[in-house]
């Protein structure tokens, strides 16, 4: 929890506040649910399962989402407004804008998901 502390205290440098707690991190989980989709379409787990992975998946971004704009914030209150750290703070944004636009919408509802899973299934059973 110590290194959490500091990301929100803004203790840590933007460098590593943005391109390692939000760039990686996005990076990882998106991998993450790649593999995922890839197990399901070789039918080692089921499509719920999948879809929980996905819920859980987004959620863990989108707080990581707010925890890495409050240390953005924190960061140019405590060191100083610079270009660079109002860069990250507007591709953040624009980020958690995006996803909570997303999630209201219904992008991540379970009959998106099944027509999508579908879409891929399909692609995935004409390549064989």
């Not at 959620?59 to 707010?66: A, G, N, V």
């Amino acid at each position: 929890m110590g290194i959490l502390k500091k990301l929100i205290d803004g203790k840590l440098s933007l460098a590593v506040t943005f391109w390692i707690f939000y760039f990686v991190f996005r990076i990882v989980t998106n991998i993450g649910v790649s593999i995922g989709y890839i197990v399901a379409l070789l039918d080692m787990i089921t499509e719920p399962v999948l879809y929980s992975i996905i819920i859980v998946t987004v959620i863990l971004e989108f707080i990581m989402l707010i925890v890495v704009m409050t240390g953005i914030c924190n960061i140019l209150k405590n060191k100083g407004v610079t270009f660079w750290g109002i860069a990250a703070l507007i591709v953040c944004s624009f980020n958690c804008i995006v996803m909570t636009y997303s999630l209201l919408d219904g992008y991540y509802s379970y009959d998106d998901f099944l027509d999508t899973y579908a879409i891929a299934l399909d692609a995935f059973e004409s390549a064989n």
